[in-house]
């Protein structure tokens, strides 16, 4: 009997430190994409990401504990992402799942949150399913949303007297619910537009032409799209020498204003574009997003910093609050916190409405415009649109 | 360019077959975008095609090589500040030194490996290849200018046409004719097509196989380069472009039949038309009618439109 206390009582005494120190840490899963075309914004959120841990850790964690942070590579592709969301819940034992990029690996993402009862905070995605009718009690965005952006899109289409609209966009579920956003919100500040050519080139789509040509010989005076990334870079390269954006207007979601785009075209950015971001550098609106561009572009060796880094940093910060505020890890305690919270970013205030779990992210909105001296296509002027919907 | 939108606008409303049968110049412009996309594509699975022919392997690396074109002509043009014509020239060199090492490293190792093997050692290859682009280029997007007198539309009389998609429409035929010369009228061109029906009886006719098998893998590889090249002022260097490349390019050379120059052209050329009109006539469903051709084609010739149909012994 002495002899199994003996060779016992070591390993119970290993397994419960273990066990304790298991338990004085917050684990973050993490999803963005790291590898393929999703990189490109999945690599500067990551970054985002881990500011914000580092930022609760010198803050002494959540609740004490310090905050680690698990990550996986969604490779933009929802099955990945499904099955490394529920890895990380299931063998690597996270409080929480963070990111998700593209509007298909969030929603994969918030079923298996829903099957596993664990909180997932979308920070990038913005289909208008995640905080409507594929809602749950273990969802919350601090992204926008596909109405918010087509309302936005629908108000500078009133703004620059559009009457016949060509729309575009990509075929998946981020560009279905952006084309019925916007036409909603047509509806409601533009209601004697018509809209004459809907147009679906796939998701990562390479040739334009095809679409660019049906565009011109529609007759539509302004272009409503949301071609991200990429997917804008290739169109506007494609449609320049056709003269698109000579004659018509072209209002888009999809972050375009960001400066990774603009730094990316340079001077093949082309004219007459009205464009969004949820941040920019140039644009300190608070002091607090001074000093979080200077801590970024210190970061990253670079002046003009990427837009995509606030978002994972909001998310982070969201959960972090809602914990304290609920006073402990439990997925259902911190669901009730989360619904009303409201916290500060570099980019104003942020609060998620209680009942569609939504925080009310408006964006920038403006014409990129040339600036003498200036490589690049910068935003001006720059307008808030707020999240917010008037019927 | 106020002329050109006037030559394109047809006030058609939203189109589709009728508008096509009814507006000859709406119909000769998806004419020239389905020529320009062909030839596009055709310029980079030639390579593919090639390699196959003669090595008997399915690159799947060979998107990889595209993209690195694509990257290289960026750092050429962009970083170093020289012209386009030097992005493609460097991309043609880059890949060209890029497959000699791995031809040489690996390769030549798998010759006489099953397909499986093959498949693995090119799929390791795409992800490897995938990392070192990301550690040399980043993951950021970036922008390539068309060169300058080729930025803007010509005047084709029926219609305007952007400059540069009419020089893909002229360099495709022309790369299709040098390839088909070099193979049809140069000895060497002949003992590579003879490697392609019987390796070990050209070695023992005292041909230096492995030379043979080297020159053409650098070739093929050369030629994803240079379509990466090609491509790249209107499809934007970023990581991932390589997989979706490697899709369009593996549904020509299997329609055309993998292999065979004619084969890769005319598939080319039936992937841009069935594309672009299809996306006219069917405006949401623009991979329907590519893929149909090919499922068609698998059930009917399997060795596709211009191909043979494997017989033992080879």
């Known amino acids: 009997m002495l002899r199994l206390i003996r060779t016992t009582g070591p390993i119970v005494t290993i397994l419960a430190a273990l066990s304790i120190a298991q338990a004085a840490e917050v684990k973050i899963g993490t999803l963005y994409p790291i590898t393929g075309g999703g990189a490109i914004y999945g690599s500067p959120a990551m970054i985002g990401h881990r500011m914000a841990i580092d930022e609760l850790n010198s803050q002494g964690g959540i609740l004490g504990m310090q905050v680690v942070s698990v990550e996986r590579d969604t490779k933009l592709n929802p099955a990945t992402a499904a099955a490394a969301a529920k890895e990380m819940i299931t063998k690597d034992g996270v409080n929480v799942i963070i990111g998700g990029l593209s509007s298909a690996v969030g929603l994969a993402i918030s079923e298996v949150a829903k099957q596993e009862k664990v909180i997932y905070i979308a920070t990038i995605p913005k289909t208008i399913q995640m905080t409507t009718n594929r809602r749950h009690d273990y969802v919350f965005r601090t992204a926008s949303h596909t109405d918010f952006e087509g309302d936005a899109i629908a108000q500078i289409a009133k703004q620059l007297g559009a009457q016949k609209i060509c729309d575009i966009q990509l075929d998946y579920a981020y560009g279905h619910d952006l084309a019925d956003g916007i036409e909603r919100g047509l509806k409601r500040h533009l209601p004697d537009a018509k809209k004459v050519l809907d147009l679906r080139p796939k998701l990562r789509a390479t040739d334009y032409n095809v679409f660019i040509t049906q565009i011109m010989g529609a007759g539509c005076d302004v272009v409503t799209s949301g071609l991200w990334g990429p997917h804008f870079v290739d169109f506007a390269k494609q449609a320049s020498p056709f003269g698109l954006f000579q004659q018509i207007k072209y209002i888009t979601g999809g972050e375009i204003g960001s400066q990774e785009i603009a730094g990316a075209m340079g001077e093949d950015y082309p004219d007459n574009v009205w464009a969004n971001s949820y941040e920019l550098w140039y644009h300190h609106s608070t002091q607090e997003h001074k000093n979080f561009q200077e801590a970024l572009a210190k970061r990253l060796d670079t002046i003009e910093t990427p837009m995509w880094p606030v978002l994972a940093l909001i998310g982070v910060r969201m959960y972090g609050a809602a914990a304290e505020k609920a006073g402990s890890l439990d997925a259902a305690s911190i669901s009730d916190a989360l619904k009303g919270m409201s916290i500060d970013t570099p980019v104003g205030p942020r609060t998620i409405d209680p009942e569609t779990h939504q925080a009310d992210t408006g964006q920038f909105w403006g014409p990129m415009v040339k600036k003498e001296g200036v490589p690049y296509r910068v935003m001006d002027p720059i307008t808030y649109i707020p999240a917010k919907i008037i019927e | ?314």
């Open chain 2, 1 to 314: 360019m106020e002329s050109l939108l006037e030559f394109i606008r047809i006030d058609m409303g939203s189109p589709g077959l009728a508008t096509l049968v009814s507006n000859p110049k709406f119909a000769f412009i998806q004419l020239l975008n389905s020529v320009s996309m062909g030839m596009n594509f055709f310029i980079i699975a030639a390579g593919l095609s090639l390699i196959f022919g003669v090595l008997k392997v399915i690159n799947f690396a060979h998107g990889a090589f595209y993209m690195f074109g694509a990257y290289i002509a960026y750092s050429v043009t962009e970083t170093m500040g020289l012209s386009f014509f030097w992005g493609v020239i460097g991309s043609a060199v880059g890949l060209v030194l890029l497959s000699v090492v791995i031809e040489r490293s690996l390769f030549r190792f798998v010759y006489d490996k099953e397909h499986l093997m093959q498949l693995l050692l090119t799929f390791a290859l795409v992800l490897i290849l995938g990392d070192v682009a990301k550690i040399i280029w980043g993951t950021d997007q970036y922008s390539v200018s068309y060169p300058a007198s080729l930025s803007g539309a010509t005047n084709l009389g029926i219609a305007y046409y952007p400059s540069y998609r009419l020089l893909l429409c002229i360099l495709g035929p022309v790369i299709f004719l040098a390839l088909w010369l070099f193979i049809e009228r140069t000895r060497w061109g002949r003992i590579t097509k003879a490697a392609t029906q019987n390796r070990e009886m050209l070695a023992a006719l005292g041909i230096n196989v492995p030379i043979i098998y080297t020159g053409v893998f650098v070739a093929g590889s050369a030629l994803a380069g240079i379509g990466g090249a090609l491509a790249s002022p209107f499809n934007s260097p970023t990581p991932g472009m390589d997989a979706i490349i490697i899709v369009e390019c593996f549904v020509i050379v299997i329609i055309g039949g993998l292999g065979s120059l004619w084969g890769t052209f005319v598939g080319a050329l039936i992937y841009g038309f069935v594309f672009n009109f299809g996306s006219v006539i069917v405006p949401n469903g623009q991979d329907i009618f590519a893929f149909l051709i090919l499922l068609v084609v698998l059930l009917i010739r399997p060795w596709g439109l211009f191909g043979r149909p494997e017989t033992e012994g080879q």
